[in-house]
């Protein structure tokens, strides 16, 4: 069994998984920061593939794209980087980056590597879900890949139940149509939204991305949803320290 299937199965609550721009701040930091952040009790992580127009993302992760790409960041030594992974963490890894590197890699190539390194699922921001279901879907699924798809506010009741239909893994339930960054709390329109989906009894798990910074927001995203997913803030965290150890163990101080 996929290992996001086993995490989700287990019923374990609060979820807590992690986004980071692979290459950045170290282009050799990789493999140091996902067993770091195994270590200090995350549940899945969120591996960034650099790109330079990453039209989803706040001023933070556009950053630490472009100072990834500088230190010589690639898909392919991405892929060099984390040939080995799975000798040293087991929780679920997903890639998250843009069609364009993707394509250019070539996107069975891309299954084919992440099967060789250990990689569960893929978002892709930019990948619409047509597209998916008539291009990508049989290559991903030959491979065991999980495709996770994003839903906004503005995504329309039909389309999500599609999307809850034709997925596997997790849906990920975007806070706002905004790009990323950190928020200081909710407010009542966005926990409606977070309700309305949770009411909708999909069959996917759902997991809240995008303004998850604090104990508010964690909470408020967890209330709804099986946990969360924090990048802009560890991100930052990780630019300050230029340490994983101590970038997790102050945002998850500021969890508590």
Do not use: W
Not at 126 to 140: E, K, N
Request: net charge negative; aromatic share 8%.
């Amino acid at each position: 069994m996929n290992r996001i299937n086993q995490l989700f199965n287990s019923n374990k609550k609060d979820i807590l998984s992690i986004y980071f721009c692979a290459g950045d701040p170290a282009l050799d930091g990789t493999v140091n920061v996902i067993r770091t952040l195994e270590k200090h009790g995350v549940s899945m992580i969120e591996i960034g593939i650099p790109f330079s127009d990453p039209m989803a993302d706040g001023i933070v992760i556009q950053n630490a794209a472009t100072q990834a790409l500088r230190n010589g960041m690639s898909l392919k030594l991405l892929f060099e980087q984390l040939r080995n992974i799975r000798q040293e963490v087991s929780i679920p890894l997903v890639f998250m980056g843009y069609l364009n590197p993707i394509m250019q890699f070539g996107f069975e190539n891309f299954c084919r590597k992440c099967v060789e390194c250990g990689i569960d699922g893929v978002i892709i921001p930019d990948l619409p879900f047509r597209d998916y279901q008539d291009h990508y879907r049989i290559i991903a699924e030959r491979y065991g890949i999980k495709v996770i798809m994003l839903i906004t506010p503005e995504t329309c009741e039909e389309r999500v139940r599609e999307i809850d239909a034709h997925t596997d893994g997790f849906i990920y339930m975007v806070s706002s149509a905004a790009t990323t960054g950190a928020q200081q709390d909710f407010n009542e329109q966005k926990r409606a939204y977070f309700k309305k989906i949770e009411d909708m009894n999909l069959r996917n798990p759902l997991m809240v991305g995008f303004g998850i910074s604090n104990k508010a927001t964690f909470q408020a995203a967890c209330e709804h949803a099986s946990g969360a997913i924090i990048g802009s803030r560890f991100v930052t965290l990780l630019e300050e320290e230029k340490d994983p150890e101590k970038a997790i163990l102050k945002l998850k101080n500021a969890l508590k």
